[in-house]
């Protein structure tokens, strides 16, 4: 029995420290610190132990086609908030915040580009925008995406990774689905 207690070790209180964001991520399956740009390079899997992380939209984009042939269409394409929906935070400040966390228009990146030689128009979701949720703008550019690949006779890829309809916007989130499908029985119906 010791006549002084020698007091215990307490954790530095208040802050926090945290990993400077784009340099080093945690990997989500063994815990390990990787460099961002080793996991960029290998397509977002740890190459510790295999585990596949989100990959944006765009660096999918630039995975998939070949070097400095995607031309984006529809960029200037915004969500509104047309239902005025009111929660726990509105629509149009949800949307500015993934807007700005992003640096996405909306949570689909659409466009055309050269893939192997061979010309494809291309939507890619992401799912870090209000996860992927489908809303007006999705579904204009989705469907869009799909008719320029009608018009030019080309092949068409659709990257999907979307958390379904998007509530804020009410039965026009419920629309989009028709409207995407629609553009798909178009373009198969051309042969």
Same mark, same amino acid.
């Given at each position: #029995?010791? @006549?002084?207690? %020698?007091?215990a070790i307490k =954790?530095? =209180?208040? *802050?926090? *420290?945290? #990993?400077? *964001?784009? @340099?080093? /991520? %945690? +990997?989500?399956? +063994?815990? /390990? !610190? !990787?460099?961002?740009?080793?996991?960029a390079q290998n397509q977002r899997v740890c190459p510790r132990c295999d585990y596949h992380q989100a990959q944006p939209a765009m660096e999918r984009i630039h995975t998939l086609l070949d070097p400095e042939t995607f031309v984006e269409m529809d960029a200037e394409l915004r969500s509104v908030? !047309?239902? *005025? &929906?009111?929660?726990i935070a509105t629509y149009k400040d949800r949307l500015k915040k993934y807007q700005e966390s992003t640096g996405l228009g909306d949570a689909v990146i659409s466009g055309h580009g050269i893939l192997d030689g061979y010309k494809v128009a291309i939507a890619v979701m992401d799912?870090? &925008?209000? =996860?992927?949720? #489908?809303?007006?703008? !999705?579904?204009? %550019? @989705? $469907?869009? $995406? @799909?008719?320029?690949? $009608?018009?030019?006779? +080309?092949a068409m890829i659709i990257v999907a990774a979307s958390g379904g309809a998007r509530m804020y916007e009410g039965m026009l989130s419920l629309m989009q689905m028709a409207k995407t499908s629609g553009a798909l029985a178009r373009h198969g119906e051309e042969k």
């Open positions: #029995m010791a @006549i002084f207690k %020698k007091p =954790a530095a =209180a208040g *802050r926090k *420290r945290e #990993m400077p *964001r784009g @340099i080093f /991520q %945690k +990997c989500p399956g +063994c815990g /390990q !610190v !990787v460099p961002d740009i080793e996991l908030d !047309v239902l *005025r &929906f009111q929660g799912f870090g &925008f209000l =996860a992927a949720t #489908m809303g007006s703008v !999705v579904g204009e %550019k @989705i $469907t869009r $995406t @799909i008719e320029y690949g $009608t018009t030019q006779r +080309c």
